[in-house]
């Protein structure tokens, strides 16, 4: 029972859903330092 949740887990994981909304994140993530390393400090 639990290999086949731990598989279905992974599946879900898999979604091309989950994989583009995580390139989405690490963008702003990446649009975020770089605003914040060409902004004057104080």
Same mark, same amino acid.
């Given at each position: 029972?639990?290999?086949k949740h731990r598989v279905h887990? $992974?599946?879900q994981h898999e979604r091309p $859903?989950?994989?583009l909304l995580g390139v989405l994140?690490?963008?702003a993530v990446l649009m975020?330092?770089?605003v914040l390393l060409t902004?004057?400090?104080g």
């Open positions: 029972m639990s290999r887990v $992974q599946r $859903q989950a994989i994140v690490s963008c975020l330092a770089a902004m004057p400090m």
